[in-house]
């Protein structure tokens, strides 16, 4: 429209004519349902409800909301005015649409300012473990050589060197919370000195989180989703750190044992946002938390695939999305490959990721990820002419 010189208060008007969005709503009451099918089609939208809601036999249900941004916004000054719940289902329609529009977010990791959504960063692994499914045993009890790779993930373009001492693949034994100080411990202190870039830590628990922060790492990334050990959001909550919070279904040694999921996106969104707000509850800022849909975590290939697939559903949070697919076992069984082989499944999966919504890509081979995707962002951020 800037190209025929629209007015601009014309384009902005257009504009949301020309975005459309589906919402989907769990567990709502008949009446409601139909309140909200009638309102939608008198703005020229639709609600998709099970055929049994309009009979009235059918006493809580899920509906489908499909309209224009313009459409939506109409709707929910309508819905402000209604009683029975429906000016609550406007604030948070309101709330999503804001979510899912959101582009930028600027939190500050320490002395690092991580501007998330103006490109996507790169987040290299560094496991100090001899057992992590991939790179068990190269760094392990080796440090000089975990700090050099540290500091050629770095060089490579990484953005963030995400230390992990514990192993979390499917299987893995737990570690002894002495055993993991000793191994990330004296890595973190020297690498916080010669990085120039911000150290995550990649741990459930949170006396290694506390002295990881204090050795120099600069954001928490708990894959256990706070479900590990209740005292990390206190712990995150004192520092003001960063938090990535992970989904998992069970646990390491449980969690490939047969998955199974009714509705897989929901179950995931649903506990990503109740993690949101325990954070919250714990006294950490929202705008401070990354979330990860857990690739491998709990799933089967068919699972991987769907979030991948839909990733851009995970958008409704408002939150900066990471995503870790590297290497994992199902690039492997589509491909019929084997770990080390498994690089271009790997930047595959990451483009597909970047062009679904994903913000930070958790990868081992930084050099070839970092070139695939900038060019990726190249073409992503072209403005038209």
Known sequence: MSSLDVDRIGQRIMAGKGVFYVFKIDSLNFPLANVLKQEMLSLGGEVAVPREVITGKLKRCSCIILGTFSQY???IEKLKLQPWGLEK??????????????????????RFQLNLGERTYIMGILNITPDSFSDGGRFFDRPEEAIEHALKMEEE???IIDIGGESTRPGAKPVSLKEELRRVIPVIKIL??????????????????????????????????????????????????????????GNPQTMQRNPFYKDLISEIIDFLEK???LAEEAGISRENIII????????TVEHNLMILKNL????VLGRPILIGTSRKSFIGKILNLDVNERLYGTISSCCLAVLKGANILRVHDVKE????INLLDAILNVRDA
């Open 73 to 75: 916004n109409k709707l």
């Open 157 to 159: 373009g990484a953005d």
């Open 312 to 315: 851009y559903q995970f958008k």
């Open 89 to 110: 289902i406007a604030h948070r329609l309101e709330e999503t649409l804001e979510n899912v529009q959101r582009k930028n977010w600027s939190i500050k990791a320490g």
């Open 275 to 277: 993690r949101i707000n």
């Open 192 to 249: 916080s000195k010669r990085l120039k870039i911000p150290i995550s830590i990649d741990t459930r628990k949170a006396k290694v989180a506390k002295e990881a922060i204090e050795a120099g790492a600069s954001i928490v990334n708990d894959v256990s989703g706070l479900r590990y050990d209740e005292e990390m959001r206190k712990i995150v909550a004192y520092y003001k750190v960063p938090l990535i919070i992970m989904h998992m279904k």
């Open 292 to 299: 990860d849909p857990g690739i491998g975590f709990g799933k």
């Open 369 to 372: 990820v970092k070139e695939a």
